[in-house]
């Protein structure tokens, strides 16, 4: 009995005591895990990003197809209205010519019942226009009544025909100019109808890309709450005192200053040093000496690398989607600046080497934060 209380014992001493000798091995799993979940996060970013600029694009896209499309219903309402006038004038040919051929068949109708006189009463025939006229001159009217009014006929038909002639050529050439128009309308409609397509086909897109830019956004938000998460978690691992002087606000962005902790002015309102006058102070100051690293507190693009009037030389960060806000950071007065515009900078990672450029009394980090445009306290985000 006494021998088993005694080996329960070891078990419980084994048992908490594991844990306690483990506290390192836990932290820097912790760390793994919260370089794991910000890596993850910053992959998740780049493809939010990458998906908004493909939605911008579509965007872009469907606008200038609508532009397009615009234009084109303009022109086939234009050639529309030319083919209604075309058609318009093509009826009014068509009855012209109508109206010829009637005119042209009545004189050849007269002309045939004419000519048949003439033949009745041709060559042979006078003998019995003679015998059949009243008298001489009866018959010498009647043959030269015929011959003249044949005469007159066919100049008349010849005259009709050539009218006639003149009125197809016309309609013909109306006609194919409708024929013509047709086509064109034809060709437009199915210009447009391509772009109706390719419309559709970039709107599915778009709906595509905002449902990933939706997943993305949920995805950005978990890894953060993972990532916030396991930072505090960290804290309360490590217990460092370097922890608890920045550990102050939601644990987002890291010091931009290590080893350096001493803030010489807050954020807010304060004497100006320089012109001592109680004025707003947009970021916080930290104490650090020439060449003291200043890092990046968050993943982001460097937005500013270099001279930045008052700020001195300054990096700015955009650190992207930050508990749900866009946030930006600029840190001033450095002696030097070591990235560049366009790059890509890790949380942690030398940015800058502490000074006093620009509107500076000593060498300090002018650490300014901003969410959605407005500027935060960075205690709030540290
Ligand atoms: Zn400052």
């Known amino acids: 009995m006494k021998k088993r209380i005694l080996s329960l014992i070891l078990v419980f001493i084994c048992v908490f005591t594991l844990p306690l000798t483990q506290s390192t091995v836990t932290a820097k799993s912790t760390k793994q895990k919260l370089k794991d979940v910000e890596n993850k996060l910053e992959d998740k970013k780049d493809s939010l990003d990458s998906s908004k600029s493909k939605a911008d694009d579509l965007s872009n896209q469907i606008e200038s197809y609508d532009t397009k499309i615009e234009k084109l219903e303009k022109k086939i309402e234009e050639q529309e209205s030319n083919k209604s006038k075309v058609e318009k004038s093509l009826e009014k040919a068509k009855k012209e010519l109508k109206k010829a051929k009637e005119e ?105 890309v905002k449902g990933d830019i939706k997943d993305l956004k949920k995805e950005v938000e978990k890894l953060e709450a993972e990532q916030n998460e396991l930072s505090n978690k960290l804290a309360s691992q490590s217990g460092s005192s370097t922890n608890e002087i920045y550990n102050t606000g939601n644990g987002s962005l890291g010091w931009p200053t290590p080893g350096n902790y001493y803030v010489t002015s807050e954020q807010g309102y304060r004497y100006h040093p320089i012109s001592g006058v109680y004025k707003y102070h947009a970021g916080m100051d930290i104490g650090l000496s020439y060449g003291d690293s200043v890092v990046a507190p968050a993943n982001g693009r460097v937005t500013i690398a270099g001279w930045y009037g008052g700020y001195g030389y300054a990096v700015g960060i955009d650190a992207g989607l930050i508990k749900g806000k866009h946030v930006t950071i600029l840190l001033g007065h450095n002696s030097s600046v070591k990235v560049s515009v366009g790059q890509k900078v890790r949380r942690g990672q030398t940015v800058a080497y502490g000074g006093s450029t620009g509107y500076s009394t000593g060498p300090h980090c002018h650490f300014e934060v901003h969410a959605n445009g407005v500027t935060q306290n960075p205690r709030n985000w540290l």
Do not use: C, H
């Open 104 to 208: 042209r068949k009545k004189y050849q109708d007269l002309l045939k019942e004419r000519m048949e006189v003439m033949y009745m009463y041709g060559d042979t025939g006078y003998l019995d226009l003679i015998f059949s006229s009243e008298n001489f001159s009866d018959l010498i009217s009647k043959v030269i009544t015929v011959q003249e009014l044949v005469s007159y006929d066919q100049n008349i038909v010849k005259k009709l025909q050539d009218v006639e002639k003149q009125i197809q050529t016309k309609t013909d050439k109306i006609a194919k100019e409708k024929k013509e128009l047709e086509d064109l309308i034809s060709k437009l409609n199915s210009n447009k109808d391509d772009l109706d397509t390719l419309k559709i086909a970039k709107n599915a897109q778009l709906a595509n």
